[in-house]
């Protein structure tokens, strides 16, 4: 998971979930804390579904 | 004119002993050129005298340690001015012995050391940013063009000439950077290459993008409720103080914390010591670069079968390629013997 997904496929990461910002990766500062959690919690439901997903190639899920 | 005296460094093979038989031949010294040494030697001419040459069996330099120091020594009394290892091509086990014993003889002897070696060569990386590295094909086929290249700047580096850039000596980029007065600006420049390009013309780079090797993707993960999850970062996040030291840049170890029935990851007991950008938000909420809440939570609702006890951590800034990568190799084989089968890696 990272903000800088371009960057990440162009080095070879095959399953990539697309994060809010460098500073913070999966948060969101403009949220409530509650609104930030389920927030997160979504990013990381992605991740799950790209660990599920078949890939060829670096792919960005976003 | 004085003739510089040089010292030659050739593993076992090269140095006319034998093959992989030999392979654990000791440290030794003879007179004079041997092999590659006597192209070497026509093509430094007048100006350099191969004195010695200085061999070890492969395996025996990658096994003992003190075989290094040995070499080094034998190296020291043939006195030189410049001392040559390799060209290794693209040996593994060679490379790493001629880029260390030029590192070494270079710090020692305070000497010009030269090596060479294919750029894709393992040691190639290690060894780029400490001494003189000539980009040669791949194998010994290339033989006369990496000797005139080593020769060429051997002599250069001995009578105190400024060498040119990577690209005019046929070295590999050293890491360090030369300030030059450009005739014409970056946007100049990079107007006339885009022209040239969309032309059909040749053009050349001054920063070529580099490549990574591809990794072959992982199957997919068949049921996340079943499975152990692992969570890393490479976001630098340690307990607060730092008590095992993690760089904020220039990793060069990855750390592992135990979250072990934790919950959450909580600011007055976790930091970010990443040093490439502003660590306010992670330190205000760590759980903006390690979702430790929201995957306990998925674990409590039965949507991942068991997060791993451990966080992984390192520093991923102004990383090296070589480290890094040993720190994946280690990471991996680590969590695929206890069992981990999918792992939600946190990148800054």
Redesign the interface.
Known sequence: ????DAL?K???S??IVR?KA??????D?TLSRED??RF??R???K??EA???????PTVFV | MTTLRVVHYLNQFFAGIGAEDKADTPPGRREGALGPGRLLQQTLGERGRVVATVYCGDNHVSENVEALGDIVDLIADARPDIVITGPAFSAGRYGVACGEIAARVRERLNVVAVTAMHPENAAAELYRTKVYVVATSKSAAGMADALAAVARMALKLASGERLGSPVDEGYLPTGRRVFENAPRTAGERAIDMLLRKLRGERYMTEWAVPRYARVTPAAPLRDPSKATIALITTGGLVPRGNPDRLESGYATKWLRYSIKGLDELTPDRWQSVHGGFDTTLINLDPHRVVPLDAARELEREGIIGRLFDELLVTTGNTSVIPDIRRFAREMTQELKAAGVEGVILTST
């Open positions: 998971m990272s903000a800088l990440a162009s080095i070879g095959n399953r994060g460098i500073t913070s990766v999966v948060g500062p930030e959690r997160r919690k990013l990381v439901r991740a799950l660990l599920q997903t078949p890939v060829e190639e």
